[in-house]
């Protein structure tokens, strides 16, 4: 059964730095593609962050340079590591897991398994 329970988040002021955390059980890394995505209140869902077994990444063009994803698999946990926050980071943070191996795409579909999330709030 698979198992994704993420932390780490919290409230910081713009430019502030946060690291969410996702433990998995059930999925690693080194076999499943895993994403970071994010739920403004009225918004749609959008992915943020992807990473595949062989590490390749991807991110969306508004965290490009300022967030990075990364995973290790001797601690079954994803990471997302927030520098220079800004409020329209301001979301519902969710971690995801893939049943493929190769995709550092950001759709939706691609994910089969989620997180309940973690909420950012990043203040002006």
């Known amino acids: 059964q698979v198992q994704l329970v993420e932390s780490g988040g919290g409230s910081v002021q713009a430019g502030g730095s946060l690291r969410l955390s996702c433990a998995t059980s059930?999925?690693?890394?080194?076999?499943?593609?895993m994403a970071w995505f994010r739920q403004a209140p009225g918004k749609e869902r959008e992915g943020v962050a992807a990473?595949?077994?062989?590490?390749?990444?991807r991110y969306t063009d508004s965290v490009q340079g300022r967030f990075t994803i990364s995973c290790d698999s001797t601690r079954n946990t994803l990471y997302l590591h927030m520098d220079n926050l800004k409020p329209e980071d301001t979301a519902m943070y969710y971690c995801?897991?893939?049943?493929?191996?190769?995709?550092?795409?950001?759709?939706?579909?691609?994910?089969?398994?989620w997180g309940q999330g973690t909420q950012v709030t990043v203040s002006s």
């Open positions: 990473i595949d077994s062989n590490s390749n990444t």
């Open positions: 995801a897991t893939s049943w493929s191996l190769w995709t550092t795409d950001m759709k939706i579909p691609t994910y089969n398994n």
């Open positions: 059930g999925v690693t890394c080194r076999k499943n593609s």
